[in-house]
């Protein structure tokens, strides 16, 4: 049969599995985005192309798979996408970006919102192309929905032309061709078992390159049969509960300083790791990775295996069954101290959570968030003051319930993760915590979350600036007349998603903090609370 380009962008990404669509209407791919809704596909329309990328990634790391596609105009569309690919990229997460492209025809003439797509992503996308006619444009599709998963996830970009868009061609009903296979089994572990079997204070540090696969029952095998303690980044925290006696996330510093084997599974060694340099001097390591990192390698203390992690881990799991060799030893006194050092960090935050000040700090508010939140919430941590006091205040107990910015710290990604949990994970609450800075960066796309009846809940830490007033004492002059870094004061924010069209709440004491949330996720509604919240109060330091 013959179809025109239209179609063949909808019925491939079909066939590919795809579910989803997010995107911005506008020239030329208006009929693409209706084509999609045809074959059944729901298709989001925020109001920005930066959150519409920002979505697709959360929502294909949250699938485990590439189950939703970008698709935006031309020119400025195409461009205001750099940031959420950057994200994609950074995070390892699968993503496929289509953006249409002014006629070749009229390449370098002035045609208006020309843009070379694919010149402009080919250093931060995984892959880059060009469709310039119908007849391929099928085979283009498939092969970059290949690519995002194939080895270690990340995005594609796809510049279609008008001319392919528009024109005709015969179109294939045949299957996607299937991802490549993974290596093989490793074929000796025994350098790594005996290895691990000689450590007394072994430590596992997690990475969120072992979400693909989703080896959630191998990582509590080993860490409860063997009893090695356990970190997390903060993408990865509910792989293995906040709450379980050996995660040692929060006094990361000191456990891996003590340790003398460390199996580094899914993660590199990048600024969330310090570089490696916690970790003791003289302990030896092994990484479980996609690709060789450059930070290990310099190291020179282990061996990588390559692969797929989740894939890694459970053979090396199976290769430490009971019957295969003695057990492993941990030292008693190593894991009595970890406990002593942890309930040290529990009285100390406990005691930075009592401030009853008005407004209310983050930890004290957070603290009454914690108690009301669903353990089976999705919640996602975006900001700078706020974020920090939530990532210690907030505890991750399943796979998959904590979302951050990432490897790249990216501000704004809140309100978009929480479109995208919503889509991709819609039996699951989700509560995103917010700065108002960050909030600002995409608040229209809580109309985005109304327009579509996507019940999600925000929260939005009202400290008038990215920092509040400590960063704006610590760089200007007091009688400077600008407000820089703070904001205008007494901001409703509250208001703006009542005019949404949503549900605004404000609090102005701890007391109400957990009724709102009640309040909000028994609703059905998209909800807003904005919280009151002082200005001066710093990073924890913890």
């Not at 950057?86 to 390892?92: G, M, P, S």
Request: one cysteine or more; aromatic letters at 6%.
């Amino acid at each position: 049969m013959r179809l025109c380009g239209h179609e063949i962008v909808a019925r491939r990404l079909k066939a590919n599995g795809l579910t989803h669509v997010y995107g911005i209407t506008g020239t030329p791919i208006d009929e693409t985005l209706a084509a999609c809704g045809k074959q059944g596909m729901r298709v989001i329309a925020t109001r920005h192309q930066q959150a519409a990328v920002q979505a697709a990634a959360a929502h294909n790391y949250l699938a485990g798979r590439l189950e939703a596609a970008v698709i935006v105009s031309a020119g400025p569309g195409v461009s205001n996408c750099a940031t959420g690919i950057t994200v994609a990229r950074d995070n390892h997460w699968p993503l496929l970006v289509i953006g249409g492209r002014r006629p070749l025809a009229m390449r370098d003439m002035g045609a208006f919102q020309a843009l070379d797509g694919v010149r402009l992503f080919e250093s931060i996308a995984k892959a880059s192309a060009v469709a310039e006619q119908a007849q391929g444009l099928a085979g283009l599709l498939d092969l970059a929905c290949r690519q995002t998963m194939q080895g270690r996830p990340g995005p594609c970009y796809l510049d279609i032309a008008e001319e392919a868009l528009q024109g005709v061609a015969e179109y294939c009903t045949a299957a996607p061709p299937p991802l490549e296979p993974e290596p093989g089994a490793v074929d000796d572990w025994e350098p790594v078992v005996a290895g691990l079997r000689r450590a007394r204070r072994p430590v596992l540090m997690l990475g969120e390159e072992l979400r693909w696969g989703s080896p959630w029952t191998a990582l509590a095998r080993l860490v409860e049969v063997h009893r090695i303690p356990f970190v997390s980044t903060p993408l990865s925290r509910g792989y293995l509960p906040d709450s379980h006696a050996l995660c040692g996330t929060r006094v990361r510093s000191g456990l891996l300083g003590e340790a003398d084997w460390v199996l580094i599974a899914g993660a590199s060694l990048d600024w969330v790791y310090r570089h490696g340099a916690e970790i003791h001097p003289e302990a030896r390591l092994v990484r479980l990775a996609y690709e060789e990192d450059r930070v290990f390698q310099t190291l020179g203390r282990g061996t990588e295996y390559l692969g797929t992690p989740s894939s890694l881990l459970r053979q090396l799991v199976d290769a430490l069954q009971p019957g295969h060799g003695e057990a492993v030893r941990i030292d008693e006194g190593w894991l009595a101290a970890l406990a002593r050092r942890k309930q040290r960090y529990q009285q100390d935050l406990a005691e930075q959570c009592r401030d009853s000040a008005a407004p209310m700090t983050p930890a004290n508010w957070l603290r009454e968030a914690a108690g009301a939140v669903p353990e089976e919430a999705t919640t996602i941590v975006d900001g700078n003051i706020v974020m920090a006091w939530a990532q210690h205040v907030l505890p991750a107990e399943l796979p998959l319930s904590r979302l951050t910015p990432g490897a790249n710290g990216c501000m704004g990604m809140g309100v978009p993760f929480a479109l995208a949990a919503r889509l991709a994970q819609p039996d699951r609450p989700v509560l995103a915590i917010c700065g108002d800075f960050s909030l600002g960066l995409n608040v229209m796309e809580l109309e985005t979350a109304v327009r579509h009846r996507l019940p999600l809940v925000v929260m939005v830490a009202n400290n008038s600036g990215s920092g509040g007033r400590l960063r704006h004492m610590a760089y200007w002059p007091a009688d400077y007349p600008e407000r820089v870094c703070q904001f205008t004061p007494d901001i409703r924010y509250d208001q703006i998603m009542n005019a949404l069209g949503g549900q605004g709440i404000r609090v102005e004491s701890t007391q109400q903090v957990a009724p709102a949330l009640k309040q909000a996720f028994a609703s059905g509604r998209p909800t807003l609370i904005q919280v009151d919240t002082r200005d001066d109060v710093p990073l924890p330091r913890l």
